[in-house]
């Protein structure tokens, strides 16, 4: 991987939702959904990003495609600024970047036929038209495994998983190279997951296509990602090789959330630590001072509340956000 | 909460301005001529006398220089005195009603709180209690009978009913009567013997424990009381019902049953008061629409009340009268519905959060 | 492990069935699947049945009014008298004076050579039957076009309020509180008698006076109802294809946010008839004795002491109008129950 391969860069982006209250709706704070967060994926990669529900991990995904405007920060798409970019410049960029949505059932236009809706994004470029638009959407069809035949039948009629394969098509049709999947499988049925995720795989060797695969749950994550990003309360707390995130986690977070994976061996429980996290997420209105984690973190200390930590790179491509990430009462078991 | 109620408050001067405007513009599309009696109690007769008048009362004068003068009088600089200014009180000169149209006013608007008052009560309850019952009796006769009234009772006119009635029960036998009062009460009532406190003939008649009167105010008052209630039965059975049946649906009803209390205390104390929400929702909105009834029934009854006086003024074209009492009813919605909305603010939680 | 089925299996039962393409008529392509279901399970209700019934009538009898009531003069709109005496005639009362044409229809059916008053008349002699006849004509003239105006320019506010947000949202909101603090009827009596000496006496004041008040419902449910539809993720999908704005509002938002308007309207045409009716019967509105439902019954306001006496002025008219208003509410109704738990099924 190359600084030549870099697909899409993101640099402290930051999507502060504001409050309004008061008589005349002043703004008295802001929800910061997402609060600094930087990474960059490359070419033909799989970044996973997971947490918490209320992470900001979706609203991630949504604020680097523009599609809510970022509070602070950039984006960067090969060397195009995102964030630079006016109305009219940043729709033609939506040819190269996509997305797939968690809902299968709202995302799709329940009076569209399942051919307008995955030939409407090639009438907003004018990439085909007349005849050329029905072989697209055919071919798109079949490549998400569906049959054409049922090209002009209504959303209504196919199921979760079909529906969800409609949507990739329609985000295949202008040749992306880049793709936010915001849980694309969380709404799916478990016996469907997996093929799914298959689709997704091939596809991705098939196109050279990266993703931004967001989910919560972590065995998923596991098995298409090429490195894994930790989300926690607007921030990234750790990110790293997928090998590396599972084999050395270093984050207190991180470790608890990989330590409530369910495991097929009633033996490993006996010896397995299972880290349970006490309290509840804090606000992200008012998020804790200097480590956010600090107030559901088992080893925290008085200095965790001074200031943030930095987001360090403690070993190649190993990044973690803790002041103790050496010290002796975060080690491995 | 608070800044629900401030933030509504806020909202009274924009609605009274507004109002005042769409008033005044429509006041603007008459002549001259007509707009004097807004300052002038006679005709202008010749071309002088006209001009004279424009010239005075800036009759021809850009839009809002005439809306501000209408507003607040013009004052001779020489005698001092003040014509017009509806912010005074002074509502203009009704030729055809040959006075004051604040005088109108006083004299009517009372007859009509009166009749307002022996409404709400049935107006209210009649139909959320017939909703009630049919939807405890799903399917039975009550209940289908009461489904056939609410299409009948919101697709028969307001003037029809009322005609009905007169026909029914007033032009064969006269058991009960159009107007306000029979000739002996009127006599008795401005005679001196009859102590007003309230002037609202009911509540007098009572108080100065004249039971006689009494009655002759309700034979009076009856069938324009049904005349106005009786749309909002139809609507409230329809919302009642069908608010109660999703009600009667609901697990923690099932639960109260199952915990073996009694039907009648299921259906009052836990389906009835959560089934009431969108209906109470509703009543809110029925003021505007019962002070739009009032002037049908009123004219079909010749009750000698405000929405009456509206319809008499309109069918001769007195436009000043009408536009003054247009005013005057804007004014009394605008304060209602303000203490609506604020009463809704604590009975409803989230009103005030939204 | 990749999957290499053509098509998933399993998965769909409808998909196991026939694979040639279902046939999809204009209609369901032009609603939508979900509108199409339920203008079939409309057409299934006995209540709308009904009130379909009742609306076919009417428009049968407005189309053939000529052949039901022969127009007498130039102008059928007028109700044509027979004579000028004050005392109104019982129905079957004899026609004398300016008789019109025998009808097909009248001689086969009732085997007379005369005609005569079929309903009676009012003061006057206005034929009563011919009002009612002809009233039907007004009706649907005038709630058609008040209801469409209404609409539109409710739609139209509502939606640049929706779309815009912000100070211009404010704005058109407030405008729409201003104009629904003041009851209905009474500004429409108002604007009307202000209108007339300018327009002079004819359908055009009342009809503009109703439009002005009556689009304020529209402007609300169309504004509430595409705020909600724009979170919906395929609005969000739509942009991040790529779609342009425009396309989005019109081709996404507007038509799944139309049909709660559509049912109000349904309701809205009714409503305007009786508006219309009132207005016609305080006096407000048409001259006397121009072929109109309320204008009929304005007649009876001479007669109140005697109404027992001269109740066809009332009845008649009166059913009639209300028969016209419980076929479109009928209709309205059995829309809005279809729509609602499937409204709450949605969000």
């Known amino acids: ?333 | 909460m608070t800044n629900y109620i401030i933030r509504r408050l806020l909202l009274v001067p924009v609605l009274l301005i507004g109002v005042t405007l769409i008033i005044f513009g429509m006041l603007q599309l008459l002549g001259p001529v007509e707009r004097s009696a807004l300052y002038v109690t006679d005709f202008p007769k010749n071309e002088k006398q006209i001009e004279g008048i424009i010239k005075k009362y800036g009759l021809e004068d850009p839009f809002f220089q005439q809306y501000w003068r209408w507003l607040t009088g013009v004052t001779d600089p020489v005698t001092g005195e003040r014509d017009g200014g509806i912010i005074y009180g002074d509502f203009g000169y009704s030729r055809t009603a040959s006075q004051e149209v604040i005088g109108i006013i006083q004299n009517r608007f009372l007859h009509t709180v009166d009749l307002a008052l022996w409404t709400v009560f049935p107006y209210l309850s009649v139909g959320i209690w017939m909703g009630v019952k049919a939807a405890v009796n799903q399917n039975k006769f009550f209940d289908q009978a009461a489904r056939v009234y609410s299409i009948i009772g919101t697709s028969l006119p307001a003037f029809v009913f009322g005609l009905l009635l007169l026909m029914l029960l007033y032009a064969n036998n006269q058991w009960f009567l159009p107007g306000k009062m029979s000739d002996w009460v009127s006599q008795l009532v401005y005679s001196g013997e009859f102590k007003q406190y309230t002037k609202l003939l009911s509540i007098d008649a009572l108080l100065n424990l004249r039971f006689d009167i009494f009655w002759d105010a309700m034979r009076h008052m009856i069938m324009p009381i049904l005349s106005l209630s009786y749309i909002s039965w139809a609507t409230y059975v329809r919302v009642t019902r069908s608010s109660m049946l999703e009600t009667l649906r609901m697990d923690y009803v099932t639960t109260a049953r199952a915990k073996g209390l009694k039907e009648k205390d299921v259906i009052n104390k836990h389906a009835r008061p959560n089934a009431m929400l969108p209906v109470v929702t509703m009543m809110g909105s029925s003021i505007v629409g019962l002070l739009g009834g009032v002037v049908i029934t009123e004219t079909v009854f010749n009750y000698p009340g405000i929405g009456k006086a509206a319809a008499e003024a309109a069918s001769q074209l007195d436009v000043v009268t009408i536009l003054g009492l247009a005013i005057f009813t804007g004014f009394i919605l605008i304060i209602s519905n303000l203490v609506v909305d604020i009463l809704y603010a604590f009975i409803d939680p989230r009103v005030r959060l939204s | 492990m990749t999957e290499m089925t053509t098509f998933p299996t399993g998965d769909n039962q409808l998909l196991e069935e026939t694979k040639s393409d279902r046939k999809i008529t204009w209609l369901e392509k032009f609603l939508g699947p979900d509108n199409y279901r339920i203008v079939t399970g409309l057409l299934k209700t006995p209540a709308s049945i009904i009130g379909f019934i009742l609306i076919l009538i009417f428009i049968l009898v407005a189309v053939f009014a000529p052949v039901i009531a022969p127009p007498v003069g130039d102008d059928p709109m007028k109700i044509p008298r027979d004579g000028f005496s004050g005392e109104p005639k019982a129905p079957g009362a004899e026609w004398t004076r300016n008789v019109p044409e025998m009808p097909f229809w009248y001689k086969t059916l009732t085997g007379n050579d005369e005609w005569v008053h079929l309903l009676g008349t009012a003061q006057g002699q206005y034929d009563i039957f011919y009002g009612i006849i002809w009233g039907t004509r007004t009706a649907f003239r005038t709630g058609l076009i008040v209801v469409i105006a209404t609409v539109l320019i409710g739609v139209i506010l509502g939606s640049i309020a929706a779309y815009y947000g912000g100070w211009v949202d404010n704005l058109i909101m407030r405008i729409t509180d201003i104009f629904m603090t003041l009851p209905y009827i009474m500004m429409a009596l108002i604007f009307s008698s202000v209108l007339t000496p300018i327009l002079g006496r004819s359908l055009l004041p009342p009809l503009i006076a109703m439009i002005t008040f009556g689009w304020m419902g529209y402007a609300r449910i169309i504004r509430s109802d595409i705020l909600s539809i724009k979170e919906r993720d395929f609005v969000l999908a739509a942009r991040a294809s790529g779609v342009k704005n425009g396309r989005i509002l019109f081709k996404h938002i507007l038509p799944n946010a139309i049909f709660p308007t559509l049912v109000l309207a349904s309701l809205g045409i009714g409503d305007v008839v009786l508006g219309f009716a009132a207005l016609s019967f305080l006096g407000i509105g048409t001259e006397i004795g121009y072929a109109d439902w309320g204008q009929v019954l304005s007649f009876a306001r001479n007669w109140i002491t005697v109404l027992n006496r001269y109740w066809f002025i009332v009845v008649y008219p009166g059913l009639t109008l209300t028969f016209f208003v419980m076929g479109w509410n009928l209709i309205g109704d059995a829309m809005r129950d279809v729509l609602d738990p499937r409204m709450r099924g949605k969000s």
């Open chain 1, 1 to 333: 991987m190359t600084e030549k391969d870099v697909l899409i860069q993101v640099e402290d982006l930051k999507m502060h939702f504001p409050i309004y209250r008061g008589v005349i709706r002043r703004q008295v704070g802001s929800v910061r959904a997402v609060d600094g967060v930087s990474f960059k994926i490359h070419r033909g990669e799989t970044l996973g990003l997971v947490g918490e529900s209320g992470c900001g991990k979706s609203t991630t995904g949504r604020t680097m495609l523009q599609l809510y405007k970022p509070t602070a920060g950039k984006v960067f798409f090969k060397d195009i600024e995102l964030t630079a970019l006016k109305n009219e410049p940043m729709r033609q960029m939506r040819k190269n970047i996509q997305m797939i949505f968690q809902d299968p059932y709202a995302s799709l236009n329940p009076r569209m036929t399942i051919r307008d809706i995955v030939a409407e994004p090639l009438l907003a470029f004018g990439t085909a038209s007349g005849r050329e638009i029905d072989d697209r959407v055919r071919e798109l069809v079949r490549l998400v495994k569906l049959d054409p035949d049922f090209m002009l039948r209504y959303p209504h009629e196919f199921s979760g998983g079909q529906r969800q394969r409609i949507g990739i098509a329609r985000a295949l049709a202008n040749n992306p190279s880049f793709i936010v999947c915001d849980e694309p499988i969380s709404a799916l049925d478990v016996s469907i997951q997996a093929q799914v995720i298959n689709l997704f795989e091939d596809l991705q060797k098939e196109f050279d296509l990266a993703y931004l695969f967001i989910a919560h749950d972590l065995s998923m994550v596991r098995h298409i990602s090429d490195r894994v990003a930790v989300m926690y309360l607007g921030i990234i707390v750790e990110l790293a090789d997928r090998r590396e995130i599972y084999r050395n986690p270093i984050h207190p977070y991180t470790k608890a959330l990989l330590s409530a994976i369910p495991v097929a061996d009633p033996s490993f429980y006996e010896t397995r630590e299972r880290i349970v996290l006490e309290g509840d997420v804090p606000s992200p209105v008012n998020p804790p001072s200097g480590c956010r984690f600090r107030t559901r973190c088992p080893i925290a200390e008085g200095y965790c509340a001074e200031s943030r930590p930095e987001f360090k790179e403690v070993s190649p491509g190993h990044f973690v956000e803790c002041f103790k990430w050496d010290h002796p009462d975060n080690q491995r078991r």
